[in-house]
């Protein structure tokens, strides 16, 4: 979407919520599907579904940019108002599909960190900087077979996607991160339960995962003062 010219100035569009298919088609090159821009909606106004029902190919991976956009637009917020959280991890019981997710993931990150010329672009990277992280966005893989990078821990107030099989986020929740030391395992779990929306991608096929997640959630809430 191009700057509006008034007054001989060039003005900015304010980033909202009407903007996300700008910023969908400036990353991806083609427009988002309607239950995308509604999911945007929901989600600056009511927080997340604990369910989300869709077919294979309508796109489900698009949830990674749903999530960057809605924590741009509420950057300025205190944390306890946001109704998206600093981290997204996209958890999925298969290593091609993690893959796949990150190809998609590292293509929003590059886009913010070269916007262009792209209003909207330059305005949620800006807007991201702003909760104190190194760059805009950063992208980790967790999963087995490969390098894992653990840069994402280094700080807590970096916006960042995670990509990872069940056992990596699962083993990292229980304080039993593998290939961490043990000084490094409440990092970890603390950083993943506190201000982290963890997607459960085709939860019928990680079951025991899903029953873990939800206990973790309710033992979080007999909290007197949650964090």
Same mark, same amino acid.
């Given at each position: 979407? &191009?700057?509006? $010219? $008034?007054?001989?100035?060039?003005? #900015? %569009?304010?980033? =909202? %919520? /009407?903007?996300? &298919?700008? +910023?969908?088609?400036?990353?991806?090159?083609? *427009? *988002?599907? *309607?239950?995308? @821009?509604?999911?945007?909606?929901? @989600?600056?106004?009511e927080g997340w579904p604990s369910c989300l029902t869709l077919p294979t190919a309508s796109g489900k991976t698009s949830i990674l940019d749903v999530g960057v956009f809605a924590l741009a637009l509420q950057a300025a917020l205190p944390p306890e108002k946001r109704t998206m959280p600093r981290r997204i991890a996209l958890v999925v019981d298969r290593r091609v599909v993690v893959d796949d997710a990150a190809t998609r993931a590292r293509c929003i990150r590059s886009r913010?960190?070269?916007?262009?010329?792209? %209003?909207?672009? #330059?305005?949620?990277?800006?807007?991201?900087?702003?909760?104190?992280? /190194? #760059? &805009?966005?950063?992208?980790?893989?967790?999963?087995?077979?490969?390098?894992?990078? /653990?840069?994402w821990a280094r700080t807590p107030t970096q916006p960042t996607i995670l990509l990872s099989t069940v056992d990596q986020i699962g083993s990292r929740l229980c304080h039993r991160g593998y290939g961490l030391s043990s000084s490094a395992w409440p990092i970890h779990a603390g950083m993943l339960s506190h201000d982290t929306l963890v997607v459960l991608d085709e939860a019928?096929?990680?079951?025991? +995962?899903? /029953?873990?997640?939800?206990? +973790?959630? =309710?033992?979080?809430?007999?909290?007197?003062?949650?964090?």
């Open positions: 979407m &191009p700057a509006v $010219e $008034e007054g001989g100035q060039i003005m #900015t %569009p304010v980033l =909202k %919520p /009407e903007l996300f &298919p700008a +910023f969908f088609e400036a990353c991806h090159g083609y *427009p *988002p599907f *309607p239950w995308q @821009v509604r999911l945007v909606h929901r @989600v600056l106004e913010l960190l070269v916007p262009g010329n792209s %209003p909207v672009l #330059t305005q949620m990277a800006e807007a991201l900087r702003s909760l104190g992280g /190194e #760059t &805009p966005l950063e992208v980790s893989v967790l999963r087995g077979g490969i390098y894992r990078d /653990e840069r019928h096929c990680s079951r025991p +995962f899903l /029953e873990t997640l939800s206990a +973790f959630e =309710k033992f979080m809430n007999q909290a007197e003062h949650p964090i």
